[in-house]
């Protein structure tokens, strides 16, 4: 029996103004089922790419220095693309 294929959460992680977040922490809080324990810094266009295991929602955060934690939930489906921005407002 074959696994799923893994879906793909492109996460872009901005400012209140759109500004995107160079560094931003983004990791996993929420998940169905167990999901790695891990996360991925920011590039400097405020992208991110990770990989959600199993389908469901997921709960992202976002983290960066100077900015309050961002929180954005993402429902999956196996082996789709899904795009998501979060976005952190001034600490």
Do not use: H, N
């Amino acid at each position: 029996m074959t696994s799923p294929a893994p879906a793909l959460i492109a996460c872009r992680v901005v400012d209140a103004g759109g500004k995107p977040i160079a560094g931003a922490r983004v990791y996993f809080v929420r998940g169905p089922g167990s999901f790695p324990d891990v996360a991925a810094l920011t590039g400097d266009d405020g992208a991110v790419l990770l990989a959600a295991p199993t389908p469901g929602t997921y709960a992202l955060q976002a983290a960066a220095d100077g900015y309050a934690v961002g929180t954005v939930e993402v429902p999956v489906k196996a082996g789709e693309t899904v795009s998501c921005a979060i976005v952190l407002g001034e600490a």
